[in-house]
């Protein structure tokens, strides 16, 4: 009998990739060995360095026709430029398209891709309450029931999804809130969450069992998804200059979810050193290093773990941990 795999994908980022290239990547990881793809929903990239924002739904659909593994929107916002039952209709035609490899990830969104449509931004607890209250349009839709809404929030006319897979696809929220992620485990199936430290992602998980179990599930059952990022490359110096230059935002220790514009990061940016995305992104030009930090939120419980290096030289990458990073993991 086979031994079991870790469960590693590839992080498609659709704010640093054209959208043909981001698709070919996602061929380029899956025979390297990654099990998937996560790729976000952006309106626009963090900087205006990065350089593309293409349109998740188009970019997953491509995805899913050239491989055969899981693919999933971690996250997207049904609150501000969506409404929910777009994407409920959205996610229930990819997982008819393609039974069994859709999963549906929500956020309570960023300013950077949701203001631009220039309706209110609010704070925090009414995006989290936005957000649960879509999670329930789209759960209903999902039933395959007539559904109306009348809610806080959200208007719904009585309809239907009229196409719609055998099963739905699961939800999951992305949340690095330890409250969000209580609700989370008793409204969804799965949480996604970024990588900051082993004892952060425990602590966060553990809030969603307890919200599951309030529910009645069986936390085992559900997901626990972490996006790592990560700077790797041959040259140890090359691997701390593309984190500054290709990824800055993640040297920066505040919620950006306020910020509007790619320009405001960019001057935020000029600040970033090497040293700042210490505890936030490991930077390293050895594999082995990764896989031990890797390993350290599989340990902690993660059922499936999404990576995404900073480095333009994608394949490169990819090659590399394919070959002696993936294998050495342990579910």
């Not at 698709?23 to 350089?51: N, S």
Request: proline share 6%; glycine share 8%; aromatic share 8%.
């Amino acid at each position: 009998m086979a031994a079991a795999k870790a469960r590693v994908g590839y992080a498609a980022m659709l704010e640093r990739f054209a959208p043909a290239e981001a698709v070919q990547l996602a061929v380029d990881a899956e025979d390297a060995g990654f099990d998937g793809i996560m790729a976000d929903d952006h309106f626009q990239p963090w900087t205006p360095h990065q350089g593309q924002a293409g349109f998740v739904w188009n970019v997953m659909t491509a995805m899913a026709e050239r491989t055969r593994g899981g693919v999933g929107v971690g996250a997207t916002c049904p609150s501000f430029r969506w409404h929910p039952a777009v994407v409920a209709q959205a996610a229930a035609t990819l997982e008819s398209m393609y039974p069994g490899r859709h999963w549906l990830g929500i956020g309570s969104g960023e300013a950077i891709s949701e203001h631009v449509v220039g309706g209110y931004w609010p704070e925090a607890p009414q995006r989290i309450a936005r957000m649960f209250e879509a999670i329930e349009i789209i759960q209903k839709l999902f039933s395959g029931r007539d559904v109306r809404h009348d809610g806080r929030f959200f208007t719904l006319e009585r309809t239907r999804l009229w196409t719609r897979p055998a099963t739905p696809p699961p939800i999951y929220v992305a949340t690095s809130g330890p409250v969000t992620a209580r609700r989370a485990g008793a409204a969804c199936d799965g949480i996604i969450t970024v990588a900051t430290s082993r004892e952060k992602v425990a602590a966060l998980f553990g809030r969603f069992d307890e919200g599951a179990r309030s529910a009645g599930k069986d936390p085992d059952t559900l997901a626990k998804v972490v996006q790592v990022h990560l700077s790797w490359a041959p040259d140890e110096d090359e691997a701390a200059a593309q984190a500054v230059r290709e990824w800055p935002n993640g040297a920066m220790r505040f919620s950006k979810a306020d910020v509007r514009s790619p320009h405001d990061i960019e001057q935020m940016a000029r600040l970033v050193r090497p040293e700042h995305f210490q505890g936030q992104l490991l930077i390293s030009a050895d594999p082995d290093e990764h896989r031990r930090e890797i390993q350290r939120y599989l340990d902690a419980g993660a059922t499936h773990v999404y990576l995404h290096n900073v480095g333009t030289d994608q394949r490169a990458w990819l090659k590399v941990f394919g070959r002696e990073v993936l294998p050495r993991l342990s579910p």
